[in-house]
């Protein structure tokens, strides 16, 4: 198993999944099988919704999805104190960011929210969502969405100061 997905099209990244699953079955790696069991069922969930193959985006989607989910997870079982879950959650989120892209850095987020802000002539607060429009599609599975909006709304938030 590698450590991040290379680009490519979505079957590469499904066979890689597959793929893992079964050397993950071999080696009675029961954290990483359950994980990508659990992958591979949502992903096939999502196919039958859409009645089709999932696009790269989309099946990106399901990732990050998946490990939005698991870090509500961890969080929930830390504040009940079940250690035991926080680990097993993490070790499964770990398998699952394997099949993501590389993340952004803040410094390239920050290049690529200046450039938003700029094309679409934000002037502060009330413009977040024209801007977030603007940035998701670029960073899609390659930042967390919330701390996009984080660090957006903090942009708009020094234009409207300096103004």
Request: aromatic residues 2%; hydrophobic residues 35%; glycine residues 6%.
């Amino acid at each position: 198993m590698g450590n991040q997905a290379k680009p490519g099209d979505a079957s590469s990244l499904k066979e890689k999944i597959d793929q893992d699953a079964k050397e993950a079955l071999k080696r009675k790696d029961s954290v990483s099988l359950n994980a990508l069991r659990m992958l591979r069922s949502e992903i096939r969930y999502k196919e039958i919704e859409k009645g089709s193959e999932l696009s790269k985006d989309e099946l990106l989607g399901v990732l990050s999805s998946s490990i939005k989910r698991r870090k509500d997870s961890i969080q929930q079982f830390e504040k009940g104190g079940r250690d035991d879950l926080v680990s097993l959650e993490k070790a499964e989120l770990d398998v699952i960011l394997r099949y993501m892209p590389r993340q952004l850095t803040e410094e390239e987020l920050t290049q690529i929210i200046n450039q938003a802000i700029e094309e679409t002539q934000a002037e502060g607060p009330s413009d977040l969502g024209k801007v977030m429009k603007q940035v998701m599609p670029k960073v899609r599975g390659r930042a967390d969405g919330k701390k996009v909006n984080q660090m957006v709304s903090a942009c708009l938030q020094s234009i409207s100061k300096s103004e």
